[in-house]
């Protein structure tokens, strides 16, 4: 068959919305949290994961999201710091942001012409504006974030406005429900801030509900007076550290190298203090430049740095010099965003995926049709599946008798693919491998991509919502998307298109469908586990390699901005834990016929699709030390540790019965023997 494989990731415009940092903020905390559920999940269960309601939620702000600019903007920033650090320049009081699709500027609430490296003075020293492509190279670490109380608050007609909270101490939004919403969305984007690269700050929330508070640094309050003297607290050691370090205000701490010192408290009240006393007792904490206390507050507030009326979905933000246009929180979609965090905080898992659950890869191949959320079948294997309860090492039954070993009584053979001309691989970067050309629109890639994971058919309302999950597209738009994935794909042996308009009655619209000849590498993974269990020990290791020879990384990966929603919000997450658990599955049989090389390979391309889980690892690690390679086991675990950090941290860290297994087969940097009560290994050979 030829393959055309096609680069998903098409060159967008940078696109500058109001979501961008909230969404950037919640797609990395659910990444984390899911991470850690994934690690601490059972073999064959699954991990929570949203219904069909909360993850339209999360699709939109997956859409709004944009993890590359939020991380351009804290990168550019963090280089201010650094180039009036570089050259022992005071920190001036700086008022906001302003990011553009060609600067990242600086807006200062006094003039200075003395701009730091990279940057260069406008405006009558008003802004400090450094151009995109003069971002110098990578930062010196621990480069301190100078405003980590930054916080959307617009659109203007150049790009997105941010305000600096610690500028204002107190900032106060009137508008009715409006400014209720506007709070509602800063809120949750100052509590999931951390999560996308911003240094620690701690958030309260009063007035959100529950939920939210499973963000590591974030509290949930019902009303002020339940926080207020820990306010207070906060902001009298913030004061006697500034005025101890001399720096003269927070952010010049921060640029003189005492960030560790304390760390910004930002109150987000979603309703004005209802007692005057307690607002007052606000104000006060709340000192601008210096308390380390912020507060943003939906109402009037008597004593607020800042007052900004918002009205029609624009607001006057004179500190600024500036009108904008704002996106909100409605109190519904607050609470579905509350819901989706405190779903993936939840480490328990289920046996079930969740009702309506709407992806069905399978298309023809064997057992495939209940292909997502598979589990193997270990009651027909020649030996127990490891169970992992309690997250000990992968368990290793030893030799299984003669007759288990042999296997069931008969052997189906080798695994044969059912025919197909085009394949839709997910398993890694989406391609398209097969048809008459390639496919040149990234939408019709997708839209190719949704019909895969879903054989029994899409409607265009489905099509349309899991394509532009945060608007209606133009009127035919469909229609050109389609046309742009069927006309390349060409026809079947038979004539037939490869997508298939399905009339279903005078009533109903059309389904858009698969030939049975388009196939995708995750129903053929499947496929091949389901048959891997009807072979005996030998030949279910054979297909089980084969089966993951088709994962090539983790699934949906490296997707476009502004693509794949409708995949990130759990199918990724189910295909995910099905290649770890045949990964386990066939690293056991590997380790029981002592074919301790093919363990080590299972444990890798498991790994490939998930280096967080450490059933993994620790089987690498085993498989490395029975084949003698002592740096094999290091290289396992430093590359763990860093994808912890990297991934998981603050909501997990290295397992302590994968430290102890390293101290078990490190001793003074060499390699100690594995121990097990049965070695099959010296019994059979390699396999």
């Known amino acids: 068959m030829s393959e055309a494989k096609q680069d998903t990731r098409s060159a967008r415009a940078v696109e500058l919305g109001v979501g961008l940092l909230l969404g950037a903020g919640v797609i990395a905390v659910l990444r984390r949290l899911r991470n850690t559920q994934q690690r601490r999940r059972r073999p064959g269960r699954h991990i929570r994961l949203p219904d069909v309601q909360l993850a339209q939620t999360e699709a939109t702000l997956r859409r709004a999201g944009n993890l590359d600019e939020a991380a351009l903007l804290d990168r550019t920033l963090r280089a201010m710091a650094g180039g009036l650090a570089d050259a022992n320049r005071e920190a001036p009081a700086i008022a906001g942001a302003h990011l553009t699709t060609r600067t990242v500027e600086v807006i200062l609430a006094e003039p200075s012409i003395e701009a730091p490296d990279n940057f260069r003075a406008s405006g009558d020293g008003r802004r400090w504006v450094c151009e995109r492509a003069d971002l110098g190279a990578e930062l010196p670490p621990g480069t301190p974030q100078p405003l980590p109380t930054l916080v959307t608050l617009g659109r203007s007609d150049k790009g997105l406005v941010f305000a600096n909270l610690e500028s204002a101490g107190v900032v106060s939004i009137t508008g009715g429900e409006g400014a209720r919403q506007f709070v509602r969305r ?253 496919i040149e629109r990234a939408k019709s890639i997708e839209l190719l991509t949704l019909m895969a994971m879903r054989r029994q058919g899409v409607t265009a309302e489905q099509a349309e919502t899991a394509l532009w999950p945060d608007r209606a597209p133009a009127p035919n738009t469909l229609n050109t998307v389609t046309t742009g994935a069927r006309t390349p794909l060409g026809k079947a042996p038979d004539g037939k298109p490869l997508i298939l308009h399905v009339r279903r009655g005078p009533d109903t619209g059309a389904l858009r469908k698969l030939h049975p000849l388009v196939s995708t590498d995750y129903e053929r993974f499947i496929a091949r586990w389901h048959h891997a269990e009807r072979r005996p020990v030998l030949g279910a290791i054979e297909t089980l390699r084969d089966a993951l020879n088709l994962v090539r990384g983790g699934a949906f990966e490296a997707t476009p901005a502004g693509g794949y929603e409708w995949a990130l919000t759990g199918l990724s997450e189910a295909i995910r834990r099905d290649v770890v658990d045949a990964a386990v599955r066939l690293g056991e049989l590997c380790l029981e016929v002592g074919d301790v090389r093919g363990a080590r390979w299972a444990a890798e391309q498991g790994r490939r699709a998930d280096p967080y889980h450490e059933s993994l690892a620790r089987l690498a690690m085993k498989s490395a030390s029975l084949d003698g390679d002592p740096s094999g086991v290091r290289g396992v675990m430093r590359a763990l540790q860093l994808d912890v950090e990297d991934g998981v941290e603050p909501y997990d860290t290295v397992e302590e019965q994968t430290a102890e297994l390293y101290a078990e087969l490190t001793t003074n940097g060499l390699a100690a023997p594995f121990r097990r009560d049965t070695d099959m290994a010296q019994e059979m050979g390699p396999h």
Not at 237 to 250: I, Q
Request: with cysteine; glycine share 12%; aromatic share 4%.
């Open 186 to 438: 800063a809120g949750v984007e100052l509590a999931t801030s951390t999560a996308r690269g911003n240094d620690s700050v701690d958030v309260v929330l009063v007035g959100f509900g529950e939920g939210l508070d499973a963000i590591e640094g974030v509290r949930v309050a019902y009303s002020l007076d339940e926080v207020i003297g820990d306010v207070e607290a906060r902001s009298h050691e913030a004061v006697k550290s500034v005025m101890r370090l001399g720096s003269g205000s927070t952010l010049g701490s921060r640029i003189a190298g005492y960030d560790s010192e304390f760390t910004p408290l930002v109150v987000v009240c979603a309703a004005d203090p209802s007692d005057a006393a307690m607002a007052d007792r606000l104000v006060t904490a709340a000192a601008p430049e210096c308390s380390g206390v912020v507060a943003l507050v939906a109402g009037a507030m008597k004593g607020a740095g800042w007052r900004l009326r918002l009205a029609d979905g624009e607001l006057e933000v004179p500190p600024l010099g500036l009108t904008v246009q704002t996106e909100d929180l409605s109190e519904a979609e607050t609470e579905n965003t509350a819901q989706l965090v405190a779903l993936a905080a939840d480490q328990a898992d289920v046996a079930d995926l969740p009702e309506g659950w709407p992806w069905d890869p399978g298309g023809g191949q064997e057992g495939a049709a209940s292909s997502v959320g598979h589990a193997f079948d270990a009651a027909a294997s020649g030996s127990q599946m490891s169970t992992d309860h309690d997250r000990t090492d992968v368990s290793i039954n030893g030799p299984a008798p003669t007759d288990e070993v042999e296997g069931r009584a008969t052997d189906p053979g080798p695994y044969v693919d059912e025919p197909y001309t085009v394949s839709v691989d997910v398993m890694g970067t989406v391609r398209i491998c097969g048809g008459e050309r390639p």
